[in-house]
């Protein structure tokens, strides 16, 4: 059948993305491009709701959720309920491949969902694609305690370590998400033999349209500040709140304008370890005032902020891609970054 369109899998624990950067928009987007381009695209991801699987189609992709129960664990390694987790992700993919046919391509955006697509893999005779979003080798270096991988969430380091070469070794080909991804890994395995390439991210432009015409929402959003910020220029910065996000930086940079006589207003998304030492850091420079910790807010809110920025704000101390610089760019607003690994590619002049 030389017409047949050809079929990809792909393993997401998360699907469509619900919250800001990171893994599942990675999911989503290389997904209904594929759909676009002509593939067949079926997600196999986990439903919250236990004990019940449902399938539905978004944007020309076939999803399919498997009643997990949970969609991110808290556990790393081999615990029980991770385990039963991966084995169900499999199983569904084979039923999958039953009804649909066998995939041409296991695409694996999600790390941690390796299990599950190398097993998919190897029994539907298909070449895996890692899709490598992070280093942990690096990342790692700036933790306190243990990885924070989502909310809520925390990973061992060396778990991590284990997970990252064997996806590495067991994948067909590595496409890294920047240069500066890619010289960072291979210099860990410099006997890494896999085929690789460096494919950079991009945004979803019907979502950034979308949210860049809904001035409704912004006004509602300006109208929830307290009155002195709405007249004050506006600082958006989003991500984890975790050290490698350089927040802490960001608030002392905050307090130094106050004495140029320039006080912005910095609204700051996320969630993470570090928010009760970040609150402690803004009191103590005597900025509480101007800055406001809005939390885990739904994804569509969270670009909402980013598209009301006077200028948005990356401030982090390491970066694989960041989608959440490259959002913001897609707003046209003006970001000021730090000039580190991959943020140096997306943003190569002062321009």
């Not at 060396?158 to 064997?166: D, P, Q, Y």
């Amino acid at each position: 059948m030389k017409n047949a369109r050809p079929r990809v899998f792909v393993f997401s624990r998360e699907y469509p993305p619900t919250v800001i950067g990171g893994t599942s928009t990675v999911a989503r987007n290389l997904s209904v491009g594929l759909a676009a381009e002509g593939w067949q695209v079926a997600v196999i991801t986990t439903n919250p709701r236990a004990g019940q699987d449902e399938r539905e189609e978004i944007s020309g992709v076939v999803v399919h959720r498997t009643g997990t129960g949970v969609v991110y664990d808290e556990n790393t390694g081999l615990a029980s309920a991770m385990m039963r987790g991966h084995r169900m992700l499999h199983r569904a993919a084979a039923r999958l491949a039953g009804e649909l046919g066998r995939p041409a391509v296991v695409a694996l955006p999600d790390l941690f969902c390796y299990p599950e697509a190398a097993l998919s893999a190897r029994s539907l005779r298909a070449p895996m694609i890692n899709i490598l979003l992070q280093d942990f080798r690096t990342l790692t270096r700036y933790d306190r305690d243990t990885h924070h991988v989502a909310s809520g969430v925390s990973a061992d380091a060396g778990h991590l370590f284990a997970l990252e070469e064997k996806s590495l070794r067991g994948s067909a080909h590595v496409a890294f998400i920047s240069q500066a991804l890619a010289d960072a890994v291979i210099s860990h395995y410099p006997d890494l033999d896999t085929g690789r390439s460096v494919i950079h991210l991009g945004v979803d432009a019907t979502e950034i349209a979308s949210i860049a015409a809904a001035g409704d929402e912004r006004a509602r959003l300006r109208a929830s500040l307290p009155a002195v910020a709405r007249s004050r220029p506006l600082l958006v910065a989003c991500g984890r709140l975790v050290p490698v996000k350089g927040f802490a930086a960001l608030l002392r940079a905050v307090a130094a304008l106050g004495s140029q006589g320039v006080t912005p207003y910095l609204v700051l998304v996320g969630v993470g370890p570090e928010e009760p030492d970040l609150r402690r850091l803004a009191a103590g420079l005597g900025i509480a005032g101007q800055v406001a910790l809005v939390g885990d807010i739904p994804r569509r809110t969270a670009l909402t902020w980013m598209s009301m920025a006077t200028a948005a704000v990356v401030p982090s101390l390491w970066e694989s891609f960041c989608y959440v610089c490259a959002e913001m760019m897609a707003f046209g607003r003006p970001v000021v970054a730090t000039t580190v690994d991959s943020l140096n590619e997306l943003m190569p002049t002062e321009e």
